[in-house]
């Protein structure tokens, strides 16, 4: 499954994950959250609903997007991940840097 970007809401915008969110993922995970008109202040919502498999990449790649639109005032949120994902972003402290629900 490629990377699924859609409007959630007025400002809001939800990225769906594929199975496997790594080093593969980066430029289209970039372009997803980069072609997001910066006029507004935009949220953003990560579905790792069907992601069974990151690399150390992937934490990267988030932080990158949190460096990004953080001077924008938008909030990143996570959900759908499952325990074993939420144990790696708990270990790297991600948990404090993003919700995650």
Request: charged letters at 30%; proline letters at 1%; one cysteine or more.
């Amino acid at each position: 499954m490629a990377i699924v970007t859609n409007k959630s809401g007025t400002n809001e915008i939800t990225i769906t994950l594929g199975n496997r969110f790594d080093f593969n993922c980066a430029e289209d995970f970039r372009k997803a959250y980069e072609k997001v008109d910066e006029g507004d202040k935009k949220d953003f919502v990560l579905d790792f609903r069907h992601t069974h498999y990151i690399d150390s990449s992937t934490l990267g790649m988030l932080a990158i997007m949190d460096k990004y639109w953080q001077d924008r005032g938008s909030v990143i949120r996570i959900i759908n991940s499952n325990p074993q994902l939420k144990r790696i972003f708990a270990i790297t402290e991600f948990n404090n840097k993003f919700k995650i629900d």
